[in-house]
């Protein structure tokens, strides 16, 4: 991503969220009342028709299917740790993330939006249009992942590091230096309280490296329009080595197949996600 540019692959993201609040509720896999407000008439103008055709499907095979089940399984997992009890999440690299806005119960939380300065101005001039007065559970942090740390800005806004967290990291590490994934894990391994979690979504590192896969190819046509270049990944199968070495545990990762099976009932069955993808998720271990 450039510096001044806002994030384009949030914006992408932002229009499958509202293509798939348009289908009625029998079929949608995930709601956003507020999507539409992040997608410019002219891209919503171009891109809705060559969705709905099919032909990005055959451009990338599962794309849109991903995000969709993505964000279902997200909001279903804050939603069940809301239910244990949190008192602050953070959503890292938050884009035109909107579950401060419309997760019941969150309200009652501490939230931080934490993102690239040009994504999150964008994003604040777009929300006002719709949300306005901004809620007061929430907190924006304009932070660059590759260049700053959250030691350097969290705290200072007023996160309290012996509160239970969740850190929300959607679509982010694929994007970062392995030095910056590295810093982002060792905040919160050591600057968050007893059963605090995180959950993110990684790609396995085989398939960035593997210039014959379509997928791959088409990552990289996805890289060009954007800028925003598919840096790191982690070994099939490693994920829990990875990050017990980071001080976490109860690692879980799921795959898409997984959650595919959960999601994609009825007129969704047929839907195709990617098989080069997981979501993980984690503990602290503290000690």
């Given at each position: 991503?450039?510096?001044?540019?806002?994030?384009?692959?949030?914006?992408?993201?932002?229009?499958?969220?509202?293509?798939?609040?348009?289908?009625?509720?029998?079929?949608?896999?995930?709601?956003?009342?507020?999507?539409?407000?992040?997608?410019?008439?002219?891209?919503?103008?171009?891109?809705?028709?060559?969705?709905?055709?099919?032909?990005?499907?055959?451009?990338?095979?599962?794309?849109?299917?991903?995000?969709?089940?993505?964000?279902?399984?997200?909001?279903?997992?804050?939603?069940?740790?809301?239910?244990?009890?949190?008192?602050?999440?953070?959503?890292?690299?938050?884009?035109?993330?909107?579950?401060?806005y419309r997760i019941p119960g969150i309200e009652q939380t501490r939230l931080f939006e934490i993102d690239h300065p040009a994504t999150q101005k964008v994003k604040l001039q777009r929300l006002k249009k719709v949300i306005d007065p901004l809620p007061a559970h929430v907190t924006f942090i304009p932070l660059d992942f590759n260049t700053q740390s959250l030691a350097e800005r969290l705290p200072a806004s007023g996160y309290d590091e012996q509160a239970r967290t969740l850190f929300i990291w959607q679509g982010v590490t694929y994007?970062?230096?392995?030095?910056?994934?590295?810093?982002?894990?060792?905040?919160?391994?050591?600057?968050?309280?007893?059963?605090?979690?995180?959950?993110?979504?990684?790609?396995?590192?085989?398939?960035?490296?593997?210039?014959?896969?379509?997928?791959?190819?088409?990552?990289?046509?996805?890289?060009?329009?954007?800028?925003?270049?598919?840096?790191?990944?982690?070994?099939?199968?490693?994920?829990?080595?990875?990050?017990?070495?980071?001080?976490?545990?109860?690692?879980?990762?799921?795959?898409?197949?997984?959650?595919?099976?959960?999601?994609?009932?009825?007129?969704?069955?047929?839907?195709?996600?990617?098989?080069?993808?997981?979501?993980?998720?984690?503990?602290?271990?503290?000690?």
């Open positions: 991503m450039q510096e001044q540019q806002s994030s384009r692959s949030a914006e992408g993201v932002a229009l499958v969220r509202v293509l798939e609040a348009q289908k009625p509720e029998a079929s949608r896999i995930c709601y956003d009342p507020y999507a539409r407000a992040f997608v410019p008439a002219l891209t919503y103008l171009i891109s809705k028709p060559v969705i709905d055709s099919g032909f990005y499907e055959r451009m990338a095979p599962g794309a849109t299917a991903f995000i969709a089940l993505r964000e279902r399984y997200i909001d279903d997992f804050l939603k069940a740790s809301l239910d244990e009890g949190l008192d602050q999440v953070i959503i890292l690299g938050a884009g035109f993330d909107t579950r401060a994007f970062l230096s392995a030095e910056g994934v590295d810093s982002t894990l060792a905040f919160i391994a050591n600057h968050s309280g007893q059963d605090s979690q995180v959950i993110f979504d990684y790609f396995y590192n085989e398939i960035l490296h593997d210039a014959s896969s379509a997928y791959v190819k088409a990552l990289r046509r996805a890289a060009r329009m954007t800028g925003e270049d598919y840096m790191f990944g982690i070994d099939k199968g490693q994920i829990e080595p990875f990050l017990s070495r980071r001080r976490f545990k109860d690692i879980r990762s799921t795959t898409l197949e997984e959650l595919k099976q959960r999601y994609f009932t009825g007129p969704n069955a047929g839907r195709t996600v990617p098989t080069e993808i997981a979501i993980a998720s984690a503990r602290v271990a503290g000690g």
